[in-house]
């Protein structure tokens, strides 16, 4: 049964590497909903990863942006995958988690070649052999994505 979130985002945040070394960015202002109730984010740069175990050579995980009431954002890491894995390669494959009180504005995967490895936070995106692949996440014209 499908079932409709009360916490999403409306429009794109647009996510991209941060300034700073082991960062990420918003570059646009993002409109959001939780719990019914409207927000908006302004682009924010230098953002860090809030969670995440060491990611090993030749794997990929995806990292969900969220942002709460206050405008916090925080990451929840999926996953790690071989990067053989279908269905961990394939854009969109994870789901996304749910998490109370806070919406989904993106994610980030990082998918890693040989002698690569990825610790959230303390490895930057541009590193060799890191590939930070950028997804946004918005409803369509205020209908809330369903699950």
């Not at 980030?108 to 959230?120: C, D, Q, Y």
């Amino acid at each position: 049964m499908k079932t409709t979130r009360d916490s999403y985002s409306l429009g794109y945040a647009t996510l991209a590497e941060g300034t700073n070394a082991n960062t990420f960015k918003t570059t646009t202002a993002c409109a959001y909903v939780i719990n019914g109730q409207s927000y908006i984010k302004a682009a924010t740069d230098n953002l860090a990863f809030s969670t995440g175990t060491a990611q090993a050579v030749l794997t990929q995980a995806a990292y969900f942006v969220f942002v709460d009431t206050a405008g916090t954002v925080t990451t929840v890491q999926s996953s790690i995958q071989p990067i053989s894995s279908v269905a961990g390669y394939v854009a969109g494959a994870w789901e996304i988690p749910h998490v109370a009180d806070k919406a989904c504005i993106g994610a980030i995967k990082v998918t890693l070649a040989s002698a690569a490895t990825f610790t959230p936070g303390s490895t930057d995106l541009s590193a060799t052999n890191v590939t930070g692949t950028y997804f946004n996440f918005g409803d369509s014209y205020g209908t809330p994505i369903t699950y």
